[in-house]
């Protein structure tokens, strides 16, 4: 296979991401706390040869209004680092990726449960690095409010510096484990991270060693700024919301040609926008599927998510009417202009734009055949908007059989995506290299 | 079965409890990253109907001196929440516990992950409550210096009291996944936290249901006033080191004397002693494990751990001459007790201090045949001095092999142990009863 491949992973959320998929005649209403939903959800993913799986995370019950937060199935569910441990131990290939916020957790917590996670699996660890942004995860970590946009990216930023250091705590070769000599592992090989920053200061050694992978793959989805910045001087993989190739292709040159400034090639970082897929064996099928989607949403709930996604409450403002002017917020600054574009673009009144969003939150929902489908994954790979995809089926677990048993077929066929794992760990999926310790010694940096 | 039962919880610790245990030619010495044999650990233990299998944890590498810390076998093994939460895809039955500290911790994110290791389990799940007193972990959270003994006992009770909380934060029913109606939770069922406390400050509600069991059953092992004042008022086990049966009757005769004052029964808090058993099918096979363990060990590493455990560096005191008066430090008051009254009753040099507390951390240690342990569990169990054991093996997995093929049989056949299980949680095995949620409903607490 000398021809370049995509990357698939498959973004897994409870019974879909479509708001009301769990009212889904298909969809199990328990899943957020139904394990055997998630090792088959994770197994057919692997059997698809997806690159890995992807848990999205935050820390708290979001604030919806009183009549509307006990209609939304995406409530109460698995801790994500918890339940890609237990994933470990039912697949054998597949990449486990899980979010982890930067601005409530210690760096030594998240580096060593990563660390675990990478030696459980064998090498299939990466981590969703984000800051949160909102009071309502504020509020249960003794904040009355979340920090600013700025400092949530310079705490963000040290937090990524002390996690790597920390994974590079101890050399790959520093466990011996001679049992005659009685030499467990060789203390010079053993490296304290000695970090006093603003945000944190962590002595380290960390207590485990350096994972399978070197450092587990790191990944983001930030999308201002200060986010491709970011992204640029550290992440491997960024998912990320485009609504159009145009505006894919936009973003794919930008976060590219930051690489260079930080000494890092183009192919360092893959673009992985999200897709949601509605299959149907026809083109009418399709559109079917989607119409009774939609059918689902209770509008209370679609406006509610728009609100939050802008945070903004519109629910006074009238449902047939325009999407009005919307304030700066010092929230997630990038998923708000997606949606506000979206509403310009197309001129959609609150409903209309509510019941966009509410099928797959802004990402870029694709109604149609197998091949219609994989026909513009394929001119998205080609014309410069992505490296693969983050594919978010509408309803779980018959939106992930779908893709895999129709559109993966199609795109191995195009000789575009793998038909078997080539190596065994994530990073070897994604193309990544394994980095050296940042202590590692002259011939260590030559082999 | 109307008898009274005991409880046998399995102590999880890589290659086994002795200082020297990984260098045993039984033992595997990659065994802190080594899933597979947690995973045959697990099983075993399961298999001998323990309650429980049970993990420490430490945030940090220990300062031990650089010509010592290279020899300890028991540094670099995977972080506990994770590895539970990969054991609970392996097993049934046995219970799952872990260890996680109130000290650099935050509530929120614990009362989560045990929740969901509960969920993950089907309400198997347990929290080793501890507060951390070391510098060693202080300086990889933001310190110089640990907390102060008072301290951290203040900022674990404020803790326990959000964690109990958050995981009250959903009734039992309030989950309705109504797929016709569209309602998928009662807001009316959901409670948010609002604590604002000394230490803490935490909103909720917390995101994740309430769990199986209520409450993941919490344990302690603080054996210090404050420590035995804690576990009277919030712990449901205890987990303790008691070297003879007249110091395990004082202890339990007190602990359990302290449990009126807190509303509870006797019943509410099982006592369960370490003990390190060497098991010989006859007492001379017992007494030639025992000598070739203590064989292996380095006693500059025997007296690295006793320093490390009295807080106190004996590494200039002549090996053959007395225990010198150790003053009085802020970390671990109990264990240190326990160290220096056991050299003071039998007049140990430190050289024969270190090896005894080298083969089991200072734990009871009992050498002999199945029928001779078997009797001294019986005896401490009967006369008041236990409801069951925290079983340490000396090494692993041979040690637990040992003790589930020839002392369970043996404790069987007294009607002392279960020979099947009776319910499905951890707290069914322990003969806990199920804590209604402090906002249940008149008819619910009835019912």
């Given amino acids: 296979m000398s021809q370049r491949q995509l990357h698939l992973n498959a973004f897994l959320l409870t019974s879909g991401h479509h708001v009301a998929a769990w009212r889904h005649p298909d969809a199990q209403a328990d899943a957020g706390l139904n394990f055997a939903h998630f090792k088959r959800l994770a197994q057919t993913a692997e059997r698809g040869k997806f690159d890995g799986v992807f848990f999205a995370d935050g820390v708290a019950v979001w604030d919806y209004p009183a009549e509307v937060i006990g209609r939304s199935g995406q409530i109460g569910q698995f801790e994500p680092l918890t339940l890609l441990s237990a994933l470990s131990t039912v697949t054998e290939h597949i990449g486990l990726i899980a979010t982890a916020s930067t601005t409530y957790n210690e760096p030594y917590h998240l580096a060593r449960k990563f660390a675990s996670i990478d030696h459980l699996s064998g090498g299939r660890a990466g981590w969703n690095l984000v800051t949160s942004a909102t009071d309502a995860e504020a509020r249960n970590f003794n904040r009355e409010a979340h920090l600013d ?12 510096n002390v996690v790597t250091a920390l994974w590079d705590s101890w050399d790959d070769d520093a466990f011996i484990r001679d049992k005659q000599s009685g030499q467990f592992f060789d203390a010079t090989r053993l490296h304290p991270t000695h970090h006093k920053g603003e945000h944190f200061s962590v002595r380290g050694p960390l207590n485990i060693p350096r994972p399978v992978q070197g450092h587990p793959v790191v990944v983001q989805a930030g999308s201002s700024e200060a986010g491709r910045e970011l992204a640029a001087q550290t992440a491997e993989v960024i998912f990320t919301a485009q609504q159009t190739l145009e505006d894919a292709q936009a973003f794919y040159a930008d976060v590219k040609s930051r690489l260079a400034r930080y000494g890092r090639t183009r192919d360092a970082l893959k673009i992985l926008p999200g897709i949601s897929p509605i299959i149907g064996r026809t083109e009418a099928e399709a559109q079917d599927k989607y119409a009774g989607l939609q059918a689902l949403i209770d509008p209370h709930i679609g406006v509610a998510l728009l609100s939050g996604q802008l945070g903004f409450d519109l629910s006074a403002y009238p449902l047939d009417g325009p999407l009005p002017e919307v304030p700066e917020t010092n929230g997630h600054k990038s998923r708000r202009a997606l949606v506000i574009d979206l509403a310009r673009r197309d001129g959609l009144t609150i409903r209309q734009l509510a019941l966009r969003v509410a ?24 014309e410069g908007g992505a490296d693969g995809f983050n594919v978010m089926p509408p309803v779980l677990p018959t939106g992930l059989d779908d893709f895999v048993d129709l559109v993966v077929p199609e795109l191995q066929r195009r000789g575009l995506f793998r038909t078997e794992y080539q190596g065994t760990t994530l990073r070897e999926h994604l193309g990544l290299p394994r980095p050296a310790s940042r202590h590692a010694r002259p011939q260590a940096i030559a082999a």
Avoid: K, M
């Avoid at 949530?152 to 990524?160: D, K, L, S």
């Avoid at 694709?366 to 080609?382: C, H, K, N, S, Y």
């Fill in 149 to 160: 946009h700025a400092v949530r990216y310079e705490r963000a930023r040290e937090f990524y």
């Fill in 359 to 382: 099928s797959a939150r802004g990402h870029w929902t694709v109604v149609g055949t197998p091949t219609a489908i994989a026909d513009q994954l394929e001119l998205w790979f080609r």
